[in-house]
């Protein structure tokens, strides 16, 4: 059958990468780094790589796969390698205001609580936490095409959560051991999303429990032994969950028991929901399509202004414009499933067979500038885990989420982060200056104790 795997093409594939990923790892020194690249690595391989040994697709798009995995990870690991060599790591002063404790455990108390605004304006829907509504996919694809009528509130709300996310995950890292209260604040603020858009997607759940997954093992809360174990027992019930939400989502029956044949069932259809992305790439590659450089360029230069006032732009939305070429039909009208192109599909998309490979070393570029950001201090910890995450989403979708995270999402958070670093170094220069220069009658003041890293993997 075409649909087969090719044991050959699979093992070579998984050949490949691990050794790549072997050879890249040795060049990084700091654990964090190493989780970006398993991340990332991980991601392509079973959005992008797995589906290529499918009897159906072709030997090309392998050899166009491994070259684009190189050239991403090997710009990743050069970025990294470089920066560590001519930029000093980020470290935050310990005596700094903007790090005060009780204002940023105050901040996560407002931002949790700002985020109910919606199921109190414009009609009262609070009784909503107490009794969910049941996901409805095809009301929310509704209500996208559907002209916006919002009001002026609730589009400041909109902007003002935007804006204030990564100052929530930031002040998430001053809780630090006090597990139980990062567990429920991430619940509550995924909770609230749910009953307000009354869904949530499938990967945001994942994405969820691995963030507190990685809380949990990178400051050794439990015994690592012991979350391996829970892990071990809760994948399978995890994975018949994620497709009984997926037939609720979609509004068909469950047809599927809660017993090992519907589990075995739950693994085959997930696997395979994941994996078949290639299929469609591989038909991008032999076709004289064009590529889209130009319109791409543009969408970049659209993310930071209002989309009112890019209605009229021709910019490339690839995510539908992948899946009408997928499904040769019109995206809204005939079919409203979205096929993702993967982050490999994207570059063959955007920049052609030959120049796809400009695309991956401009990812490993960024996302080896945003790890030696944000690896180094420990209250940047819960914002490096989510983009690290992130990485998994872009593999799966492409990197527009993630550029519309950084343009958009951190307009106001970048700008916070350059100023407290600049401070903390002028006052660590300060600090340093007038411990060895001394004063009369008094002895120099102590050096701030060194900041600890959480444990790595």
């Given amino acids: 059958m075409e649909s087969d795997f090719v044991f050959s093409k699979f093992m070579v594939l998984t050949g490949v990468v691990v050794g790549s990923v072997f050879v890249f790892r040795f060049f990084l020194k700091n654990e964090f780094e190493r989780q970006f690249l398993y991340f990332g690595a991980l991601g392509v391989y079973v959005w992008s790589g797995i589906g290529g040994s499918l009897r159906i697709v072709d030997w090309k798009y392998l050899v166009l796969f491994f070259v684009f995995f190189v050239f991403l990870f090997g710009t990743f690991t050069f970025t990294i390698y470089l920066l ?23 901040f996560t108390i407002f931002f949790l609580l700002f985020s109910l605004f919606p199921l109190v304006y414009p009609e009262f829907h609070l009784l909503r936490l107490l009794r969910p509504p049941s996901p409805d996919i095809v009301q929310m694809v509704e209500d996208r095409f559907r002209e916006s009528g919002d009001s002026l509130p609730e589009i400041l709300f909109y902007y003002a959560s935007v804006l204030m996310f990564p100052f929530f995950l930031f002040s998430l890292a001053f809780l630090g051991r006090r597990w139980w209260l990062v567990i429920l604040c991430v619940f509550f603020y995924y909770y ?7 869904y949530l997607p499938r990967h945001e759940i994942g994405l969820m429990l691995i963030l507190l997954l990685l809380y949990f093992w990178n400051m050794r809360i439990f015994p690592r032994h012991f979350l391996a174990v829970v892990c071990l027992f809760a994948l399978p019930i995890l994975l018949f969950f994620f497709n009984v939400y997926t037939k609720l ?103 052609g067979n030959k120049l796809f490979w400009i695309h991956a070393m401009v990812i490993g570029l960024l996302v080896g500038s945003l790890c030696f950001v944000l690896k180094s201090d420990p209250r940047l910890f819960f914002l490096m885990t989510f983009f690290q995450l992130q990485l998994l989403i872009m593999a799966r979708g492409g990197i527009g989420k993630l550029l519309i995270l950084i343009v958009n999402y951190f307009l106001l958070f970048w700008p916070f982060l350059f100023v407290l670093i600049r401070r903390s170094r002028t006052a660590a220069r300060n600090f340093s200056f007038t411990g060895q220069l001394g004063y009369p009658g008094e002895s120099p003041p102590e050096t701030p104790p060194a900041i600890d890293e959480p444990e790595a993997l």
């Fill in 84 to 106: 560590n060599k001519l930029v000093k790591p980020v470290r935050f002063f310990e005596g700094e205001a903007l790090l005060s404790e009780r204002f940023w455990n105050g």
């Fill in 249 to 351: 989502r979609q509004g068909v029956g469950m047809e599927i028991g809660l017993n090992l044949y519907g589990l075995i069932e739950s693994v085959y259809v997930l696997f395979y929901q994941e994996t078949f992305y290639p299929i469609f790439v591989d038909e991008l590659i032999n076709t004289s399509r064009t590529d889209e450089i130009f319109r791409y360029i543009k969408w970049i230069v659209s993310l930071p202004i209002p989309q009112n006032l890019t209605e009229s732009w021709d910019y490339l939305q690839i995510n539908y414009e992948f899946t009408e070429f997928a499904t040769k039909r019109h995206y809204g009208h005939s079919i409203t499933q979205v096929f993702l192109p993967s982050i490999f599909g994207e570059a063959i998309f955007i920049f």
């Fill in 192 to 198: 609230t999303r749910y009953c307000v858009d009354e």
